[in-house]
Every structure is written in C-alpha cells, then in structure tokens.
C-alpha cells in the first residue's frame, strides 16, 4: 500500500501495475437525499473527501475541488429519454480538463508540503486531446515542469495550439513519428534507470489516480440534475464514448459508491477490442485504427484492468455492469448528422458514438444520460463535412491560436530524446 502523495507522484507502482483506491467507501444515504441542493463544487468535495479524506487535509481538498471545478457541466435534454452530460466546458473544451486540472493541483499541493525543490517532471503522450488539457491543467504550476510528446503533423491545427502556445513550465516535443512513438518514448524514459535517478518523472495519462477518479465527479452531478428534472432515478443508464476506458471506470467506482446508476454503456469506435471481450470473454489487444473519433483511437486500453480488477476479473459481473456497442465512421456521422437535423442538437463524433448507443441500447422505461465528452468545435472540419455548414469556433478556443507555436523537434529514437531531458535536470 502507498499513500496518495505517493500514488500521484509516480503515477505507476513499482511493477509498471496500476494504483487503484485500497477500499472504496459509500456515500451516506444523506448525501443522495441532500444532493438536488448542493453545487457542483460542494458533491464534488462530498466524494473527493470520502476517496481522499485520509491523505490530505480537508481545507486543502475542498481548495483544489473548487479550484478544478471552476466551470459548470450542464445536463442538456436532447429527446425524450435521453440527456447529453456537456463535459466541455472548461478551458480546452474537453471532459480531460476535469482530471487534468485536479491532478495539477493536487500535485502542486503535495510539492509544497514537501518543501522539495526537486522539480517535479511530467511526461505525456497525446494522440491530440490530452496534451491540451494537462498542458493548460499543469500551466504555472510552482515545481512542476511538463513536456507533452506529440506526433509531428498528426493532430489538428487547434489541438496543437493548446499545447505549443504556452510557454513557461510547458514544453511541446514534436516528433517525428506516430503516437505509438510517443507513447514508447514515455515508456522507455519511465523504464531508464539513468534518467530516473537524475530527474523525478510521472505520467499524466489517465493511468494516474489523480487523473481517472475526479472523473466520478459529474456522474454525481448528473444524478442530481436527473433528481431535480424529476426522472425515474431507479432507470438510468450511461453511456460513455471510451477509448483507453478511464472515464468508464471513474463511472464505475462512482457505482461501487452508492451512486444509483442501473448499467452502463461502453460505446466504441471501429477499435473494439473491449466489445468483443464484452461478447465472448476475450480480450485480445491489437493495433489501433484511425477513426473520425480519433480520442477514442485505442487498440489496447489501459484503464481495462482497472475494470478487471473491480469485477475480479469476472466476465459474468463485468457483462451485467456493461453492455458494448461498436460503430463505423459511417455510423458516426449519420448520427451526427440525424441529431443536428432532427433535434438540433450538434453533438462531436464521439459523443454521437454514445449517443447511437442509447438510440440502439434503452429499454422502454429507462434513461439515458450519454457524456458528450468533447466541444464540436474541436473537430471542425469534420463536423462542418458532415453536417454541411461552417461551424463557429468559441471565443476561448479561437484564442490559443493567436500566440506562436514552440516546439522542440524530435526523432523518434530513445537516445536523443534521453539527452534532451537530461540536459534539463
Ligand atoms: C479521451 C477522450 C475520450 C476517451 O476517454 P477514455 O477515458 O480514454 O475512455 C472520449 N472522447 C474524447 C473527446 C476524448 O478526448
């Protein structure tokens, strides 16, 4: 057993395994009965105290629960039985703000307790979306330096520019590879003895505990908002677009808490290797393939033996928790496109993929609340292919296009990359 500081700072234990929560604590039945009249930023402290109480002091914790949750995440009804949770209204529009925000903070929390001016180094892989959202989540952090490892030409114009616009502690390394590149180079930076012993390293990815568990906030809040809109709360049923399967877990546990969800939908793109787990009880990891939901671009997801350790690696349980729903490109769009003409709702591709999922997967008497994961602004050009109309872009996201690119160009060998960041320890 570590302690949280511990967990949050190496991000990975001492035999590459994933840190799960030791024991998971219910919610009191108070809570549920008081939570239609609680904020956001007061559940959310309700449940972060309950998983985190123990390693970090109750004022700090309620600082950084407020501080993440400095945006609102609005349940939006969409048709009849179905809801869309809009997790994408922080500051890269995207559900990754959440987690990324917290960890920031809670890592900048226990730096400072620890009196250490040993810098702490972040190092994260992003096929696009999570280098945006930990870049801006860690931006000015005391203590904290981070380098986001990109593949060079091989994210949108607007997700780069959330990453190589920042400066300060916020490096870009642009390489001359694929994510999988990227995400070796991590790996092997993790694995290098040398490296470790002149430079503290930790992953932001959604393997850190920090990252994947304030994801259990907003499924709260989504029973709330369900509670005062005076639904059948003994119904719901979510469905999550899921790539590396944290933001599903984090649902999960919320579950295992208390929180009265009746199953849930895993829904995926054309990478489904967790849906033909979900069919036949086998999981076999192979490459991933490109999608216009590309987050979700994800042939061996890390987060699933999280999964597998809650059910104990129980097909049965884990089959009765999750149904699996997989969709083309085509599917995708159609959907997209249905929605926005039908409803008038835009939805991003993946949150169509979810979308589609509740369209094929409710029951009669059940609801559905879908987390529309990203804005669709972020996926302009293919949003305005499908739909056919030129999209405006928010003011806020528009904005980190104004400032000058940095990068720092990087093959894809591990010798060089070695260098470069011990030339910075
Ligand atoms: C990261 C991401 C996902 C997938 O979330 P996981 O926690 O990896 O399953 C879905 N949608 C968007 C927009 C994302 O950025």
Same mark, same amino acid.
């Given at each position: ?7 949050? /700072? ?164 642009? /390489? ?9 180079? /991590? ?151 249905? /929605? ?86």
């Amino acid at each position: 057993m570590v302690t949280l500081a511990e967990a949050v /700072v190496k991000g990975l234990a001492a035999d590459r395994g994933l840190f799960m929560p030791e024991h998971i604590g219910k919610m009191p039945k108070a809570f549920f009965n008081n939570i239609s009249s609680m904020s956001l930023q007061e559940m959310s402290f309700a449940v972060a105290y309950m998983l985190f109480g123990d390693d970090i002091d109750s004022d700090d914790l309620k600082h950084i629960v407020s501080d993440t949750l400095n945006f609102d995440i609005p349940l939006v009804k969409v048709d009849d039985q179905r809801y869309s949770l809009e997790l994408f209204h922080g500051p890269t529009l995207a559900f990754k703000d959440v987690g990324a925000r917290f960890m920031a903070r809670l890592l900048g929390h226990f730096n400072r307790q620890n009196g250490e001016d040993r810098m702490v180094n972040v190092l994260v892989a992003t096929s696009g979306d999570t280098g945006g959202a930990v870049a801006n989540g860690f931006l000015n952090v005391p203590g904290v330096r981070v380098f986001v490892l990109y593949p060079s030409g091989k994210v949108s114009r607007i997700q780069e520019a959330q990453f190589t616009t920042l400066g300060n502690n916020i490096t870009a390394i642009e /390489v001359n590879g694929t994510f999988d590149d990227c995400q070796a180079l /991590v790996k092997s930076a993790f694995m290098d003895k040398e490296l470790n012993s002149h430079m503290m390293l930790t992953s932001a990815n959604s393997i850190n505990v920090a990252r994947f568990l304030p994801q259990m906030f907003y499924y709260f809040y989504a029973y709330a908002q369900l509670m005062k809109a005076g639904e059948d709360l003994n119904n719901i049923v979510v469905a999550v677009p899921s790539g590396n399967f944290g933001n599903i877990t984090a649902g999960l546990i919320a579950k295992f808490m208390g929180l009265p969800v009746k199953r849930f939908i895993a829904a995926n793109n054309r990478n489904d290797v967790v849906y033909n787990y979900l069919q036949t009880g086998v999981y076999t990891p192979k490459p991933s393939v490109a999608t216009i939901a590309n987050a979700m671009d994800v042939g061996d997801p890390s987060n699933f033996a999280r999964i597998l350790d809650l059910y104990h690696n129980s097909w049965e349980a884990i089959k009765a928790e999750i149904s699996g729903f997989t969709y083309t490109d085509e599917q995708i769009a159609q959907t997209l496109a249905d /929605v926005y003409r039908q409803r008038g709702y835009l939805l991003d591709p993946h949150g169509a993929v979810a979308y589609r999922s509740l369209q094929e997967g409710l029951q009669p008497g059940e609801v559905g609340v879908m987390l529309e994961t990203a804005h669709p602004a972020k996926f302009k050009s293919v949003v305005d292919s499908i739909i056919g109309e030129d999209i405006d872009i928010p003011q806020r996201l528009a904005a980190f296009m104004e400032n000058p690119k940095q990068s720092v160009r990087m093959p894809s060998a591990f010798g060089p990359f070695k260098q470069y960041l011990l030339s910075k320890a």
